[in-house]
T-cell receptor, first 111, second 114 residues
Framework: KNEVEQSPQNLTAQEGEFITINCSYSVGISALHWLQQHPGGGIVSLFMLSSGKKKHGRLIATINIQEKHSSLHITASHPRDSAVYICAAFFYGGATNKLIFGTGTLLAVQP | DTGVSQDPRHKITKRGQNVTFRCDPISEHNRLYWYRQTLGQGPEFLTYFQNEAQLEKSRLLSDRFSAERPKGSFSTLEIQRTEQGDSAMYLC????????????FGPGTRLTVL
């Protein structure tokens, strides 16, 4: 079982819809990252959060440390939002300092 | 451009050949990470450096893999005697210090082993 689980794996939405992608992790972490990957491989960091909520434009990320769960929301989705969204948990401390990635959510927003 | 750069962007090689990839991190970043991503999967951690010291290596990093960061700036990842299973995207990322620091990713090197 992967330490970081994402759902759904695939998501198709109509332009303008509100989108939610979920991420859960099984052990304690120091930070949770949300990343965006477009075809061709380039990864862009969207958010890094260790508590509460962050907002950037139409993107909102929340995390609940007690429940070990995070969500990424996209409001008023647009076809240009189509990409793979990956959550990654950062484990820091002792001999371990690394990101553990979920398998990603492939989002397709149709016009 | 002051982001993370990787070279080459694509590499096609025959099984059994050696390949070397380079990563140039953001200049003031102390931490440098290598990840591998196969098709349809999320990236997997390979190794990371704090300045020139390699502090952690994944079990994924077999004896055929070696990474260096000799002067604490750029890093190289070498794969010896490549196998078809090594075909993947190799991603490099850097961060300022490590704890709770955002990691900035390079564009990746896509390796195809024939």
């Amino acid at each position: 079982k992967n330490e970081v689980e994402q759902s759904p794996q695939n998501l198709t939405a109509q332009e303008g819809e509100f989108i939610t992608i979920n991420c859960s992790y099984s052990v304690g972490i120091s930070a949770l990252h949300w990343l965006q990957q477009h075809p061709g491989g380039g990864i862009v960091s969207l958010f890094m959060l260790s508590s509460g909520k962050k907002k950037h434009g139409r993107l909102i990320a929340t995390i609940n440390i007690q429940e070990k769960h995070s969500s990424l929301h996209i409001t008023a989705s647009h076809p240009r939002d189509s990409a793979v969204y990956i959550c990654a948990a950062f484990f820091y401390g002792g001999a371990t300092n690394k990101l553990i990635f979920g398998t990603g959510t492939l989002l397709a927003v149709q016009p | 451009d002051t982001g993370v750069s990787q070279d080459p962007r694509h590499k096609i090689t025959k099984r059994g050949q050696n390949v070397t990839f380079r990563c140039d991190p953001i200049s003031e970043h102390n931490r440098l990470y290598w990840y591998r991503q196969t098709l349809g999967q999320g990236p997997e951690f390979l190794t990371y450096f704090q300045n020139e010291a390699q502090l952690e290596k994944s079990r994924l990093l077999s004896d055929r893999f070696s990474a260096e960061r000799p002067k604490g700036s750029f890093s190289t990842l070498e794969i010896q005697r490549t196998e078809q299973g090594d075909s993947a995207m190799y991603l490099c990322a850097s961060s300022l210090n490590g704890r709770d620091d955002e990691q900035f990713f390079g564009p990746g090197t896509r390796l195809t082993v024939l």
